[in-house]
């Protein structure tokens, strides 16, 4: 009976000491894009008949899109050392307002390149993102992929069963719309890994770890329970 009371205790504070250690950490990377202005349009009729509107030639976008990447220690860089990481799928949120102010994303892409030079870390980044609006009424969808790199961003605007009425003009369209625009605002933070991004570092446990943590608690509960019984039966 000692060993049990003794035991248990034992691996519970093994199984709480191993959900301690096992948190991962990431970096929330979050930046906004430039004020990207309209640069041409194609519209047509759903059978394909040309039509030259272009309704979205007044418009500017800007969004404020966020990444988590694995954390990545660059202070520890040796000199002449490069870092390169493509990631897929890592965009995490992506705020703006209109008709994009819902959107669902479908799919992201992260490319950075960082090496250190007499002491010194350079970087290069590029960015994709591509999502969707599919709430918009009377079965409109509006879809737009994103690049971005450097000081530079560019969309590509996709809106699909629009319904357009004007001066008689009563019809259901498409269209495709290019919008451009260079980054003019301030750096959120001075790290040179990133120099548009607001940088969190967030730590997270592992998928396992809420698991290991029940497990243990079940186990002092369990030590409580043979340690009750064992002075009742005294």
């Known amino acids: 009976m000692k060993a049990k009371k003794y035991f248990l205790p034992a691996i519970s504070a093994l199984l709480l000491l191993t959900f301690v250690q096992s948190a991962s950490a990431h970096m929330l ?45 660059f202070d520890s860089m040796n000199e002449l050392e490069v870092i390169e990481r493509r990631i897929n799928n890592v965009a995490t949120n992506v705020r703006s307002s209109g008709v994009f102010e819902t959107n669902t994303i479908v799919h992201s892409t992260f490319w950075f390149l960082a090496y250190k030079f007499e002491g010194q870390i350079y970087s290069e980044w590029k960015s ?54 260079d980054y003019q605002g301030e750096y959120p933070n001075d790290i040179p890994e990133f120099p548009r991004f607001s940088v969190k570092h967030v730590s997270v446990p592992e998928p396992l770890t809420p698991a290991l943590l029940l497990t243990g608690l079940l186990g002092i509960f369990a030590a409580r329970k043979i340690k009750s019984k064992t002075l009742s039966s005294k």
């Open 128 to 181: 994709i993102v591509d999502f969707v609006n599919n709430d918009l009424p009377n079965g409109t969808t509006a879809r737009a992929f994103i690049y971005s790199g450097g000081n530079t961003d560019s969309m590509g605007l996709v809106v699909d069963n629009l319904h357009y009425s004007r001066s008689g003009f009563d019809e259901v369209i498409d269209l495709e719309a290019g919008f451009y625009g």
């Open 29 to 73: 990377l979050t930046y906004e894009t430039a004020v990207m202005k309209w640069t041409g349009e194609k519209s047509q009729l759903q059978d394909g008949t040309p039509l030259y509107l272009d309704l979205y030639s007044g418009e500017t976008f800007q969004f404020e899109i966020s990444f988590a990447l694995p954390d990545i220690d």
